[in-house]
């Protein structure tokens, strides 16, 4: 597994987690499958399993290139652009 250019631009170290649960399935009363944080602004959202799939919406309304599992025991990175565990 080697790191994306777009990881490697990213703040270290990381940002601090914004919440603890995707907000958006929290106000939507629905419940997410796993959660996912953005390696650039802490924003936590569902993942593409969720109904809402937060996570990648975040992707395409801020640009946002990566983010990580926030569940626990997962270390894991995802860059968006591409396409690809980093």
Do not use: K, N, Y
Request: net charge negative.
């Amino acid at each position: 597994m080697s790191e994306c250019q777009h990881v490697a631009d990213l703040p270290r170290p990381e940002p601090a987690p914004l919440s603890g649960a995707c907000l958006e399935c929290d106000a939507a009363g629905s419940h997410p499958v796993q959660l996912r944080l953005c390696l650039v602004c802490g924003h936590v959202g569902c993942c593409d399993s969720s109904p809402h799939r937060h996570a990648s919406q975040h992707f395409r309304d801020t640009g946002h290139p990566a983010m990580r599992s926030f569940e626990p025991g997962e270390t894991w990175r995802w860059c968006f652009v591409d396409g690809s565990i980093v």
